[in-house]
């Protein structure tokens, strides 16, 4: 069997191209590693965390007869966001009381949704 004439150039440039690709990916930093999705991964879970929070938050004061003014940043209403995102934030079995980046997210979902 007879290989056609380009084939030993192509399968030169080919693992040429590879090898230079790999050297300037790894001298730059271009390596994809568990640390940077291990970030996403935590944001992500405490946006959902919050998300719920937020929602029976919001269930909560619906219901009520005197809602509360959560809009605006004036300091009764933030201490009443926060005291809202205290209060309907889950903690996760093994933990005594909600993370605080979940109830400070919830408190900001909570101005933003009423």
Known sequence: MTLPKMTSPFLLGAGTGAFVLAVLAFS????????????????????AQASICAARAVDHVK??????????YQSEARA????????????????SEP????????????NRDL
């Open 28 to 47: 730059n930093n271009w390596v994809v590693s568990a640390n940077t999705n291990q970030s996403d991964v935590q944001d992500a879970r405490i946006n």
């Open 63 to 72: 219901k009520m007869a005197n809602a509360p003014d959560l809009q605006g």
């Open 80 to 95: 009443v966001r926060e005291g809202l995102a205290k209060d309907f934030a889950t903690a996760l079995p093994g933990a």
């Open 99 to 110: 993370e605080s980046g979940v109830v400070s997210a919830c408190a900001q979902m909570l």
